[in-house]
């Protein structure tokens, strides 16, 4: 796609801002196109299709930075912009400087990580491959009654930045997900399961362990039960780590420390996890479906340890952030949209993983849950404190087996007791998309959870 | 906004592919927000969104594209591109474009978005500057205030030319309390469609001091028990309960594919004779409000539940197609990068006739939750969890300890059978509501209620 409509114009924003009194400026274009399918009861029952494209400006004026963004691009919204982002600055008045930057090295950003099939991801093959799905999950079992929501969607689209400082970004990628859930009621019970797929060409997708999963993951359910109330070893499945770290993940973030809003403020190089946990940003990792070169704001990103063996080796920072402390950029300061401002994010998280299978876990604890899904992180926890009261699902195991799932019981905690409290992990790494990116999670291991559910004896 | 004679245009291209409906959503929203932490402003923004959304249906089966774009030929080439999608031969009758009627379920006296940034502040830094001062265990005070003006245009192919402006105020305060490692918080979050009248008036002051006294008894509070036990529900946000439990469950998204634990439950009873429960659009000013849903439609005040029977479902137009019924007014949508589904809007459960303190009294051990954070629903199950930001222990009748981390979780048909007692003193509160059409402001309420039993996750035994 051609973008210098679009370069023109936000180099042009740029320039004006600084006409109208912005010591810097910067201005940034995203453009997104997105199609969507979705299935139910044997036909397409919805197919969506948008391009959508905005314009984020954020100008430096006597130390403070103001921002503004608006989606009706023409001239006239260009004047919006800039006065707003002027009434903005002379408002503000915060402390931490933010900058506006250009490493002198590397001026130019460009990351096109196009996979060349976007082209293949046409309303028929996606409703092809929809249908033909939901006829597979239906065939799973007669258990199974419906499959309530089944949607396979794409996206795409670049995203330019332009600075007074010199410099120019140019990032453009694509992706496909399917997601489906399931319904099955058996002996009145019902019972509901979802699951999912991500990649960059939908030819790739291989409907077999999918739908392998999601039949556990639906059916394994049946047969539930509570369980005593007590303290559990217990295994989080990948997917349930992944949802508890990414929960308080923000505390890894230097913002949350300087504000007083992480326990883990003054603990860098510190032991705060057990020896066996490690836990490393890796933005070029190979595995993963986007790779993040440089953050939002022009800073190369590197390859470094969160969590090494138990210590925490150093926060995330962006320039603000690190000015403040008196460090670098850890090349984490990203804007989640064009009309956000510049936040701290991770990219990629890879758990290191260990060397016993899931089988091999359960064999080893003896006793215990194996926990598959946690819900209500949005509300159960306090992000500060780390507490966690939070409804859960999975399974009891005994005798080194999984012996029955389990419902209606609930996990409590605090997160960095349960850092200290990792006993293993597994070898069974899957990657699970969360946050910006994504994170490679085995299963892990925690000595001792406390587990509410209602029933008397076992 | 988009002219008559161009949304005709453009409604003609989208019924070209064979559509029995097409509609076009046209969205402009203005929006200001800041924030302060710690008495100073931190955050300032501004911004424009505008969007434009063709929806097409042909018997249950929708097309929707959007864009940002608003040139006509755009748009018409949009919604042939839409129309490209559906197979059919038959063309449907289109209605000529009715004159444009104009709705708001705002009341302003004064317009917020005519008001400068640096009143904004100014209110919130009373509420910072208070809670500063109030005690050395509050630690850190954040604040933020946003409002927005959203125009929504609606026209369609049977005829429809709507306009409603929505302007909203929303604004929160919270306070964390530290004591060694434990941080606890106290938080409001008020919002409504009234002008910058309500900010004025409301008492800033006082309710900054109550979210203060919060997170100070939750800082020094113990853990909530776990088990099953007699759980009472304050008013306001506590029918957030409801709002899970069961709303989302009586929204034709789920009850139209038969995946709701309330299918076909019209007429009978779902909840216990107590309960009568309402979904309120029309409620001038408040937080949840509208008059034109996001299809056009007139809003509803829909009994829900009515002396524990089921009365009404919440039906969207596609839902209407898919259950035989007519639609009551409740389509709506995040914006226009979605497509409408059925949602909620300000839903409570009604009076009922007991004094709250008596309802107190009569419980001899249980967990009385004063303040409820969010929480989630699986509609086909009814399993949801809740946290409490605030509770107490009840013990022998009285209100004792307080303690902190509980959740509640069970199954929504269960607990509205075990709803034994309901209060007069029904309130309501915003909040944000997220599901298929993406985020949009709800009020939620009720008045104190009693469930006799409910499973509460806590960490003592």
Known sequence: ?458 | MIKDATAQRIIEAAMSGGADFAEIFEEEKKSSAVGLLNGRTIRASSGIDYGVGIRLMLGTNVVYVYTCDKGENDLINLAKEAASALKSDSLSAIREVEALSKSTPSVLVIDPLSVSKKTNIDFLKQASDYAMSFDALITQVSASYATSNRIIHIVNSEGFNKEESQTRIRFSVETVATKGNEKQTGRIAPGTMRGYEYINEYPIIDKTRECCETAIRMVNAGYAPSGKMPVVIGNGFGGVIFHEACGHALESTAVGIKASCFTDKLGKQIASPVVSARDNARIEGEWGSYMTDDTGRESSDLLLIENGICRNYLVDDLGARRMGCEPTGCGRRQDYSYAPTSRMSNTYIDNGEDDPADIIADTEYGLYCTKMGGGSVDTATGEFNFASEEAFMIRNGKIAEPVRGATLIGKGQEILMNIDRVGNDLELSAGMCGSMSGNIPVTVGQPTIRVSSILVGGREA
């Open chain 1, 1 to 458: 796609m051609d973008n210098t409509f679009e370069k023109e114009l936000i180099g042009k924003l740029v320039d004006k801002a600084l006409e109208y009194g912005f010591e810097e400026a910067e201005a940034c274009y995203m453009s997104s196109s997105s199609m969507e399918i979705n299935i139910l009861n044997g036909e397409v029952s919805s197919y969506e299709n948008s391009k959508v494209n905005g314009i984020g400006f954020r100008g430096k004026k006597n130390g403070q930075m103001g921002g503004s963004f608006t989606t009706d691009i023409d001239e006239s919204a260009m004047d919006f912009m800039l006065e707003t982002a002027m009434e903005n600055c002379e408002v503000l008045d915060d402390e931490d400087e933010e900058f506006i930057y250009c490493d002198p090295e590397h001026p130019e950003l460009v990351s096109i990580q196009l996979s060349g099939n976007y082209s293949k991801n046409t309303y028929e093959k996606f409703s092809e491959v929809g249908l033909e799905l939901e006829k597979k999950i239906l065939e799973l079992s007669d258990d199974i009654k419906a499959v309530d929501y089944l949607s396979i969607s794409c996206g795409t689209g670049p995203s330019i930045s332009v600075n007074s400082k010199g410099l120019h970004t140019y990032k453009d990628s694509d992706y496909i997900t399917i997601f489906a859930e399931a319904r099955a009621q058996k002996d009145g019970v019902v019972k509901t399961g979802g699951h999912y797929w991500f990649g960059k060409d939908i030819d790739e997708f291989d409907p077999e362990p999918f739908l392998k999963i999601l039949k556990k993951k639906v059916l394994g359910k049946f047969g539930a039960a509570s369980v005593k109330s007590g303290e559990y070893k217990v295994i989080l499945d990948s997917e349930a780590f992944v949802s508890l770290f990414q929960t308080f993940a923000g505390a890894f973030s230097s913002y949350s420390m300087q504000k007083g809003l992480s326990l883990l403020a003054g603990k860098e190089g510190t032991k705060i996890a057990s020896d066996i946990f490690t836990i490393r940003e890796e933005p070029m990792y190979e595995k993963a479906l986007i790779k993040f070169p440089f953050d939002s704001e022009g800073v190369l990103t590197k390859s470094k340890a969160l969590i090494d063996n138990g210590v925490f080796e150093k926060a995330l920072y962006n320039l603000k952030t690190a000015h403040k402390a008196g460090t670098e950029s850890t090349g984490n300061g990203f804007k989640d949209a064009f009309s956000a401002p510049v936040g701290i994010s991770a990219t990629n998280l890879v758990v290191t993983p260990g060397e016993k299978s899931f089988d091999e876990l359960c064999e080893w604890i003896g006793e215990g849950i194996y926990i598959t899904e946690l819900n209500g992180l949005h509300a159960g926890v306090n992000k500060i404190s780390g507490d966690f009261s939070l409804f859960c699902e999975g399974y009891l195991v005994k005798d080194g087996k999984i012996a029955r799932p389990v419902e209606q019981i609930t996990v409590a905690d605090n997160f960095y007791d349960v850092l200290k409290k990792i006993i293993a992990t597994g070898s069974d790494t899957i990657s699970v998309p969360e946050g910006k990116g994504e994170y490679f999670c085995p299963s892990v291991v925690i000595s001792s959870m406390n587990i509410s559910g209602d029933m008397e004896e076992e």
